[in-house]
């Protein structure tokens, strides 16, 4: 198992900026496929972002896309999600989700990934 820690929420004003940080405890993402996934109160957990560790493809759920920016950093264990433009609707828990062998169809769907961590809250508030 790859334990999952993700850091970064907080509290920011509407046209602001965070950076989230998925980091794996212990391992590599070295054949991983790494997402986000964020839950708003009262709504399904919705895709954010995805990327393939070895082609370093992206992908971007449509509420975000040209506002958030998924990468891997230098060293093979973490992940970030740049989020610029912040807006109220962008409230949520943020998930980190990990996992081998998610073919590209599957890359957006919760089920497709077993290593989850504990979630980081992002509020988007005057």
């Known amino acids: 198992q790859v334990p999952l820690v993700e850091s970064g929420g907080g509290l920011v004003q509407p046209g602001g900026s965070l950076r989230l940080s998925c980091a794996a405890s212990?391992?590599?993402?070295?054949?991983?496929?790494v997402a986000w996934f964020r839950q708003a109160p009262g709504k399904d957990r919705e895709f954010v972002a995805g990327?393939?560790?070895?082609?370093?493809?992206?992908y971007y759920g449509d509420s975000v896309k040209g506002r958030f920016r998924i990468s891997r950093g230098d060293s093979e264990n973490t992940v970030y999600l740049q989020m610029d433009s912040l807006q109220p609707d962008d409230s949520a828990i943020y998930y980190c989700?990990?996992?081998?062998?998610?073919?590209?169809?599957?890359?957006?769907?919760?089920?497709?990934?077993?290593?989850w961590g504990q979630g980081t809250q992002v509020t988007v508030s005057s």
């Open positions: 989700a990990g996992d081998t062998g998610v073919i590209l169809s599957n890359l957006r769907y919760q089920s497709a990934y077993d290593y």
């Open positions: 212990g391992r590599t993402f070295r054949q991983y496929t």
């Open positions: 990327i393939r560790w070895n082609s370093r493809h992206t």
